[in-house]
């Protein structure tokens, strides 16, 4: 469910940076960054709460 919910909030995000031309090198590593950024805090939250 949880991944259900994370793959619903990327959808869009994924269709934009598809939707975008030229400078794919940038925004794939912003992308990637931002994707490194929510895992780090989903990991956080969910290790707060005794998950891992």
Do not use: H, S
Request: glycine fraction near 10%.
């Amino acid at each position: 469910m949880i991944l259900d919910a994370i793959m619903k909030v990327f959808d869009p995000l994924l269709g934009f940076f598809e939707k975008q031309e030229g400078n794919f090198n940038l925004y794939y590593a912003l992308g990637g960054l931002f994707l490194l950024l929510v895992l780090l805090i989903v990991y956080v939250v969910l290790n707060a709460f005794g998950v891992f």
